[in-house]
């Protein structure tokens, strides 16, 4: 794991709370005693920030969400990487329903790529996002700007999310690999760009 040097609640690097909220009640669904046992068991430094109330229009520091997913895994007794998809899927569901699952049906797996740089912006407030089409269907999306403490599971939700999206856009066969390379650090800290070789 990646030296990190900010307390929890405390870094740079923010996520919309949407994506919390969401944590949350895939967390009262799934695990048992809900919010407060998974709060009782994550490290004694995080549950203060996890216990605060998350709006979804409002900021937060995205990189306890690092303990909060391995917590989550294991008390659902699944490996880190098994969850962290499963979270991924379901949060495009969620996120991609209602009035976005018809605007996904009517746009073509292109444009939906295309838009990945607004869609990220959404979530996030730092680093970059770079588009670079290749082929008809296919295209490297470059994610820059992110810290190796999170890079992982920045991947992890991200391959899912994209697939969803592409495929309810009616991609067929969407195969996406990533390359992790270094970038440049930022506030102190160690980042990575990675590149999303996606295809369909």
């Not at 746009?107 to 939906?112: D, L, R, Y």
């Amino acid at each position: 794991m990646t030296d990190w040097p900010f307390a929890p609640g405390d870094s740079p690097f923010r996520m919309k709370g949407l994506a919390y909220r969401a944590l949350y009640q895939f967390v009262e669904r799934e695990i048992e005693g809900g919010r407060d046992a998974f709060v009782a068991s994550l490290p004694r430094s995080h549950r203060t920030f996890a216990r605060q109330p998350f709006m979804a229009a409002s900021w937060y520091d995205l990189a306890p969400v690092v303990a909060m997913n391995e917590t989550a895994a294991s008390m659902m007794r699944m490996d880190v990487d098994t969850f962290m998809r499963v979270r991924g899927e379901a949060q495009a569901e969620e996120d991609l329903g209602g009035v976005y699952s018809w605007l996904l049906k009517i746009a073509s797996p292109g444009a939906v790529v295309g838009g990945f740089p607004r869609l990220t912006t959404r979530y996030f407030d730092w680093g970059g996002v770079e588009v670079e089409k290749l082929a008809d269907a296919h295209v490297r999306i470059w994610r820059l700007g992110v810290p190796d403490y999170f890079a992982h599971w920045y991947v992890a939700v991200s391959v899912p999310f994209m697939t969803y999206a592409i495929q309810k856009a009616g991609g067929k066969g969407v195969r996406i690999e990533t390359e992790l390379s270094a970038d440049a650090p930022a506030h102190g800290v160690r980042c990575s760009k990675i590149a999303f070789d996606v295809r369909w």
